[in-house]
């Protein structure tokens, strides 16, 4: 079974994990290798340290500085990304940079409102697709996808949560059953 949990802000994860871990916080930190697969929900989250597998991210803004071992998937306001990826990028959000030192060694595939920022020192050895974030369309159109996207993305939120809080989602469901007026 994966760590998982909910850390205060701002939240560090500072030994090494030896499996996967699935974190939601304010602000969060890896700055210790993680083995597996890293799953993190947070307004402002930081990987410093190498992720052996998958890194899943959903936040405010992302700074990937240290290496992914297969794909990272981001969704974020902005993503930076300094370190080596060893399979895709799959972002979207308001802005993805690949800094000096960023090497993506599979494709990277954005949707977003600005251009991919590619600094100079950045490699990406497959291909670089991007689709412009919606803003051409009609606004009656505009408007009833982002009502869609918004819901897809609380029920995929609400998912995420039970799934790392299954314990407590299910005593606080007792609770409102057994004794209704303590919720």
Known sequence: DPAQGFLPSPGTIAGLVDGDIRVTGAQVSV???????????????????????????????????????????????????????????????????????????????????EDVVRESGSLVAGSIVQRPALGSA?????????????????????LLWLSLFRGFAQRAMHTLRVRPALS
């Not at 190498?50 to 071992?69: E, K, N, Q, R």
């Not at 009609?138 to 939120?157: C, E, Y």
């Open 138 to 158: 009609p606004r009656w159109l505009t408007t009833l996808l982002a009502w869609a996207q918004l819901l897809v993305g609380m029920f995929a939120l609400g």
């Open 31 to 113: 700055l210790a290798p993680v083995r597996g697969d890293v799953a993190l929900v947070s307004g402002n989250a930081h990987v410093g340290a190498s992720v052996g597998g998958d890194l899943l991210v959903a936040s405010g803004t992302a700074s990937i500085d240290g290496a992914v071992g297969r794909t990272l998937y981001a969704s974020a306001g902005e993503t930076h990304v300094s370190s080596e990826v060893g399979g895709d990028v799959i972002a979207q959000g308001g802005r993805l940079v690949l800094e000096d030192g960023a090497q993506v060694n599979g494709d990277v595939r954005y949707v977003g409102p």
